[in-house]
């Protein structure tokens, strides 16, 4: 939910409460009581698709995200080693093949990452016989496919959470209509008792007001501290990507006491890379809502 349908869910329940209360005055007035149905139903709806969109934005990618860390650093170590197998056997074509930093296996979308890695395990897979004094093993080569196998599967399983949630908010765009159509029902029956029932009146008309609460134009903003004495960390590198894959990453640097601002981000759900020299890195998830404000504040534990 956005800010502008919170409060309009405030005013729903405001305008509910008020009704009830001067149901002697409204209830025999012609198709009031078809209008308040839809509203009274049409709040809980509200509240319970509102729920299942919440749980959509970070539950399912949790695991996803465990599994994307764990890609990340076996193919970071197994493209380190095979990098020099390949240069003290001078096979430049295998060299090109398997060197990936670790910034690039970052910043790399999902289904890019998942390939990345296929070609480091089919290179190790290919030359194991000649990597056991690289520190390669057959089980580390058999352990790192079962992730990439793993990742994998776990992709479809971000993007159908990711439809999901759009269905939520789909059928929250849909009762918010409903629910103003209902009251602009309500609105033109009530005009019959204007002037009857001045007092009543005007109390509705108060709380048919949508007050707005005062919102910025960042996106997202938060601290990083180390973990051991909370000090703030300047300098701390944040890659911010999609989960899904869709969009390019936006890449962040902390200022002097810790903190970090980024002004514009689409609605959705991101992975937050948090990474600093002489610390170990963090992957978070971060839930963005348009015209709210998300704060994300991280303790980084050294190595």
């Known amino acids: ?47 319970g698709a509102a729920e299942l969109q919440a749980f959509k934005k970070t539950g ?23 990098v020099a197998y390949a240069a003290n056997i001078r096979n430049m074509i295998l060299l090109k093949e398997v060197k990936y930093s ?9 289904a890019d990452l998942k390939n990345m890695a296929q070609c480091i395990y089919n290179r190790a897979h290919e030359n194991i016989a000649a990597l056991a004094g690289y520190d390669i093993t057959e089980g580390m080569v058999t352990t790192f496919l079962d992730t990439i196998n793993s990742f994998n599967e776990a992709i479809p399983t ?8 759009k269905l939520h908010t789909t059928q929250l765009e849909d009762l918010y209509k409903e629910t103003d159509a209902a009251l602009s029902n309500i609105d033109r029956i009530v005009e019959i008792v204007r002037l009857s029932y001045p007092d009543f009146y005007k109390g509705y008309q108060n709380s048919r007001l949508v007050i707005k609460r005062s919102g910025g134009s960042v996106a997202l903003k938060g601290v990083v501290t180390d973990a051991s004495n909370h000090e703030p960390l300047r300098g701390v590198t944040l890659i911010i990507a999609p989960v899904d894959g869709n969009g390019a990453a936006i890449v962040k640097k902390t200022a002097d006491k810790g903190g970090f601002m980024v002004k514009s981000l689409p ?31 991280v303790e980084m534990n050294k190595n």
């Open 60 to 82: 399912i990618a949790d695991e996803k995200n465990k599994l994307r860390a764990s890609l990340i650093a076996q193919a970071e170590d197994f493209s380190l080693k095979l």
């Open 1 to 47: 939910m956005n800010i502008l349908q919170k409060v309009k869910l405030t005013m729903y329940m405001v305008v509910k409460d008020f009704l009830r209360l001067n149901a002697t005055i409204v209830e025999k007035l012609p198709n009031y009581k078809a209008n308040a149905t839809v509203l009274d139903d049409n709040i809980l709806k509200i509240q």
């Open 102 to 110: 670790k910034s690039e296996l970052i910043r790399a979308a999902d």
């Open 158 to 165: 971000v993007r159908e959470g990711a439809t999901s949630k």
């Open 267 to 297: 609605e959705g759900v991101y992975n937050v890379t948090v990474s600093k020299s002489g610390y170990k890195d963090q992957v978070v998830t971060v839930a963005i809502t348009n015209g709210e404000l998300s704060v994300l504040n």
